[in-house]
């Protein structure tokens, strides 16, 4: 797994891979929300010319875990299609998971591959192409821990245009 580090001023803000922060929209900003909550923001991750913003709920309510129905979207920017479980407002900033933390990359991501299930397999079947795991990390308030210390797996669509995020612990 990658290790991420404090971001530079200019990464911060930047469109590339990374956690924390507000997004940085291509297109135009359509923020999830679920039961009328705004999803709070965890981070982004560049794929060519297309970003995959990941919104994901800390609300044990929320059944964060899914790759659909559950408490986190997964948008393809610019313009993929909003999840239906989800409803999309025109908000430019939202919660934050990491509010005060910019993480980029120590080096370049490992995209693709095969994941490594913690539980049984689960790839989405609207999105089947796996780009990428997370596993938890401390932050400065204290853990993002994807459930009790899970691993986070990132997977789109053959043509891209569609991206789902899910977790196991």
Request: some cysteine; aromatic content about 10%.
């Amino acid at each position: 797994m990658a290790d991420w580090i404090p971001a530079t001023p200019d990464q911060a803000g930047a469109r590339t891979t990374r956690l924390g922060g507000q997004p940085s929209w291509i297109g135009i900003p359509r923020w999830p929300h679920r039961n009328g909550e705004a999803i709070p923001f965890l981070g982004q991750f560049a794929l060519g010319e297309r970003m995959v913003l990941i919104f994901c709920s800390a609300d044990p309510d929320a059944e964060a875990w899914k790759a659909e129905n559950g408490g986190n979207a997964a948008l393809v920017e610019p313009n993929g299609p909003t999840p239906p479980w989800v409803t999309a407002l025109p908000r430019v900033e939202g919660p934050a998971m990491l509010p005060d933390l910019v993480l980029v990359p120590a080096e370049p991501l490992e995209l693709g591959g095969e994941p490594d299930w913690l539980q049984n397999e689960d790839t989405p079947a609207s999105a089947p192409s796996f780009v990428l795991e997370l596993d938890s990390f401390p932050d400065p308030n204290g853990w993002v821990t994807f459930g009790d210390g899970g691993t986070a797996y990132l997977f789109t669509s053959q043509d891209g245009e569609l991206a789902r995020f899910l977790w196991q612990t």
